[in-house]
């Protein structure tokens, strides 16, 4: 059965950084593109940032750019969101998410995501 795996999150002060990782279990699986949504209390469901596995082409979000960067490791089947110059409002629960069949509605669509982790907490304090 393949499985996403978050990693990484906590509490940090703003201004601080943090990494999150996701890593995919079985020896099947292969995927698109890999992204990262944040849900905060009361609010809808947020894209963050997508990476495509062949290419390595990045998308992110406005509020994010700049401060996080997406990357993966494909012989370990992980990828990587590393949050920097964190703030108050990037406070959410984390999930990665896999579009194994390709970006059909966007790279920014949750839609088009047909797999998806658990969730990481990551809190940051003003």
């Known amino acids: 059965q393949v499985q996403l795996v978050e990693s990484g999150g906590g509490l940090v002060q703003a201004g601080g950084s943090l990494r999150l990782s996701c890593a995919a279990s079985g020896r099947t699986f292969s995927s698109y593109a890999m992204g990262w949504f944040r849900q905060a209390p009361g609010k809808e469901r947020e894209f963050v940032a997508t990476?495509?596995?062949?290419?390595?082409?990045?998308y992110y979000t406005d509020a994010v750019t700049g401060r996080f960067t997406i990357s993966r490791d494909n012989a370990k089947k992980t990828v990587y969101l590393q949050m920097n110059s964190l703030k108050p409002e990037d406070t959410a629960v984390y999930r990665c998410a896999a579009a194994r069949l390709g970006l059909v509605f966007g790279y920014s669509n949750y839609a088009s995501y047909d797999l998806w982790g658990q969730g990481t907490q990551v809190t940051v304090s003003s």
């Open positions: 990476i495509r596995w062949s290419g390595g082409n990045t």
